[in-house]
């Protein structure tokens, strides 16, 4: 704490004095300061790396149901999943077939990927897009950036900007499945005292699709922001609060015939042998962000920026448990009228509480000829997960919330970087980024099965990039790049290995990426071509299998690439008419890779593992095929129809390439149509309808697998799948003024 203290020191100790002296240089342009807190980490124009954004126009044309990864999914090379079956609730996205936890998301400059798991729980704060400037995806290693390195894509989010002029909107949607979403803000503008002020809420709640997909859902964005001259500083609070119901098991495809919205979350049956369904079978999450954002302009080529975050986060998954062993949880056996019970049902909370603090510092010049950005960020992870019984059927002396493991992990994150981009003549700039990471993760205290977690492991990464970018002509752009990226392996990985005895082996990764491209952009067509190969060490994959509370079992593969081409166009022909287009075709395979399979006696315990051996196979979750395509009609100003597909290849679920054990490919359309009212001047009423999943198609998204043996020779497989929804709607109304 002492170190931290001395670094947020260092960093906001000038903003006192230099806050003093802001009333000699007035009206500096107040967006370009609202923007300057991430626009080291972004890639621009002549940047060597690949990249797509979506702008606040485009984000306020997207279904109020969709979440971030929902929103993204027509990006080149990303694939999105909902756990519940439509887009409120637990959802995901893999970039070029990296799942979350090697995805770098940042919120204007801080990490957002949970400090343990390396994970995005994106349930945890709701309505996330009304809020936004834009987001940027890099896809590939991509610049430097706070947080775990990227190692399928980085995400770049800003927060909105201070708007010039008051406003007020108000947003309802309703939808399928009983969905109703309501968002309601406002803004002062840019006051003549240099304040503004901006609030938003949100609330959502909906049944879902598949059984106990239930979501109750807040958000608050509150900000407040100060502009004198060449200083600005904004304050910004974000708060999720999140209820929804487990999703994450899934089900067979023999079910999927049957019932294909049944979820077993829950389930048990009573004395007379009815299937029943605990009813509060829920996830519970609340979270808090605070944000204080310092730029001083120097000079008109040196802008100095600072950041001080804040999160602190709580929550417990409830679940009901049948027939368990009082041992399992520390408990003697339960005696209850003269009788003995070493079982029963019982409901229990796995929880966690955290606290995160980051604080980053940079200083930017920029010119005609160079630009350059050098930056330092420090962050801190303290959590706690713990375990509590809460009710059991047969209970005798067992004590209020009983507490039967706690353990602790601690995460210390010291970053630096150095970018810069120089001009070499009227055509060619040269690219170069240089970052040096420093990690320090201890895990302490006991398991849910009382293993020890005790462990610490430090970790030291460089990951240098370098490009070169060749403006041929104002229309025609070459590129090129090579970037490594080094990361820790999460905490679950490490866990897992802890109580096997086998942490030593838990590697961290390595991968690097070339990239190499073509871009043309003129007044009526936009064409990017992209080839890329991500030649790794020690990746971790996922196995197909989840942990107990859904994480993503991983392992170490020696040898593995990801190589394919991007291809994306836009064309505007007439002023009415948009085409949109984008199409990845890839190869994604793990060199001699060794498959363990579990070997079972007739009593179910565990006795050996045999080893199946591949020359090379394909990465689970990894398409060779993506591809989108979207026609938008204009028919004025105040008008729009947008007819949308999304094609996703095939999917194994394991890295054996067994097609038993796939996502087939699927196509879904969608469509969207919206028109604006002006209602009286300068007050607008906006009426939009979207459409998802028209053709109807029976489909799955995602899913995971465990395969087994027994001695005798039988295999054993058990299986979940995510059902997404049929066709369903959802209208919205809004009121700008």
């Known amino acids: 704490m002492k170190r931290l203290a001395l670094f947020c020191g260092v960093i906001f100790l000038p903003l ?39 702008d606040i126009n485009l984000l306020k044309k997207q279904s109020p149901v969709s979440s971030v990864p929902m929103v993204l999914s027509l990006m080149p090379s990303v694939v999105s999943s909902t756990e519940g079956g439509n887009g409120l609730g637990y959802s995901s996205l893999r970039i070029r077939g990296s799942e979350s936890s090697r995805i770098n998301v940042t919120l204007n400059g ?95 709640r909906g049944d879902g699709y598949i059984r106990n997909a239930k979501t109750d859902l807040g958000s608050l964005f509150a900000s407040a922001g100060w502009f004198k001259g060449d200083n600005s500083l904004k304050l910004t609070y974000i708060m999720g609060d999140q209820k929804s119901g487990i999703t994450w098991e899934g089900i067979s495809k023999e079910q999927m015939e049957s019932d294909r919205k049944f979820n077993s979350a829950g389930s048990y049956y009573d004395k007379a042998g009815n299937l029943q369904f605990y009813q509060n079978e829920t996830d519970n999450y609340i979270q808090h962000h605070i944000q204080a954002h310092f730029i001083h302009r120097i ?66 010049y920029n010119s005609k000829e160079f630009n350059s950005t050098a930056g330092v960020t420090y962050s801190y992870y303290d959590g706690d997960h713990f375990g509590n019984l809460i009710w059991s059927m047969y209970d005798n002396n067992i004590p209020e919330n009983h507490q039967w493991y706690l353990n602790k992990g601690f995460k210390a994150d010291l970053s630096a970087f150095a970018r810069v981009e120089k001009n070499l003549g009227s055509k060619v700039v040269a690219f170069a980024d240089l970052q040096y990471r420093r990690v320090v993760f201890t895990l302490g205290g006991e398991d849910k099965d009382f293993a020890s977690l005790d462990w610490k492991g430090e970790y030291n990464f460089i990951n240098p990039k370098a490009g070169i970018t060749i403006n041929i002509d104002i229309a025609n752009q070459l590129y090129a790049s090579v970037a490594v990226g080094r990361k820790e392996p999460g905490r679950s990985d490490i866990k897992e290995s802890v109580k096997a005895l086998t942490a030593a082996d838990v ?81 994604n ?30 990465i689970a979750f990894s398409p060779s095929v993506t591809g989108m395509g979207m026609v938008t009609l204009l028919p004025n100003k105040s008008s729009s129809i947008t007819v949308h597909g999304k094609y996703v290849g095939k999917q194994y679920l394991d890295n054996t390439s067994n097609s038993a054990r796939s996502v087939p490919q699927y196509f879904v359309l969608g469509l969207s149509a919206s028109k604006s009212f002006e209602v009286k001047s300068e007050r607008y009423l906006d009426i939009q309808l979207f459409i998802d999943n028209i053709l109807n198609r029976r489909y799955y998204s995602n899913g995971w697998v465990y395969s087994a043996e027994f001695l005798n020779g039988d295999a054993y497989s058990e299986e979940g799948l995510y059902p997404q929804a049929e066709i369903n709607f959802t209208a919205k109304v809004s009121f700008r003024f």
């Not at 004095?17 to 609202?34: H, I, P, R, Y």
């Not at 939808?175 to 503004?196: D, H, P, Q």
Request: aromatic fraction near 12%.
């Open 507 to 587: 590697k961290p990764e390595r991968v690097i990426d070339y990239e190499a491209g073509y871009r043309y952009n003129s007044k009526k067509v936009a064409l990017s071509a992209n080839l890329y190969f991500m030649e790794y060490k020690d990746q971790l994959v996922p196995t197909g299998k989840l942990s107990e509370t859904g994480y993503i079992i991983k392992e170490n593969v020696e040898r593995s690439f990801r190589r394919g081409i991007e291809l994306s166009s836009s064309w505007k022909p007439i002023t009415y008419l948009g085409v949109d287009a984008n199409l990845t075709l890839s190869t």
């Open 299 to 364: 000079s008109e080529k040196m802008i100095w920026s600072s950041t001080i975050h804040f999160t602190k986060g709580d929550g417990y998954y409830e679940n009901y448990k049948n027939n368990r062993k009082f041992s399992e949880y520390d408990l003697p056996v339960q005696r209850v009228k003269e009788i003995e019970y070493t079982r029963s049902d019982i409901v229990i909370r796995q929880a966690l509480d955290n606290n995160y603090i980051a604080l980053n510092s940079s200083l930017s």
């Open 589 to 618: 395979k793990i060199l001699n890779y060794t498959w363990f399979l579990d070997q079972f006696d007739e009593n179910w315990n565990l006795v050996s593992q045999r080893e199946v051996k591949f020359d090379n196979s394909h």
């Open 110 to 204: 801080i990490a957002l990927n949970d400090a343990e798991s390396q994970e995005v729980f994106w349930v945890n704060i709701p309505s996330f897009t009304s809020f936004l400037q834009d987001v940027q995806v890099q896809r590939g290693v991509g610049t430097s950036t706070n947080g775990p390195a990227a190692f399928g894509a980085s995400i770049n989010m800003r927060t909105l900007f201070t708007a010039q002029e008051p406003y007020g909107v108000a947003d309802f949607s309703i939808g399928s499945y009983n969905t109703f979403l309501a968002t309601v803000g406002a803004g002062s503008g840019l006051l003549k005292n240099g304040l503004s002020f901006d609030l938003r809420y949100s609330r959502n």
């Open 16 to 54: 006192l004095s230099q806050a003093q002296d802001s009333g000699q240089k007035e009206k500096v342009a107040q967006t370009k300061l609202d923007s300057v807190v991430v626009e080291s980490f972004r890639g621009g124009k002549n940047t060597p790396v690949t990249h797509s954004t979506m």
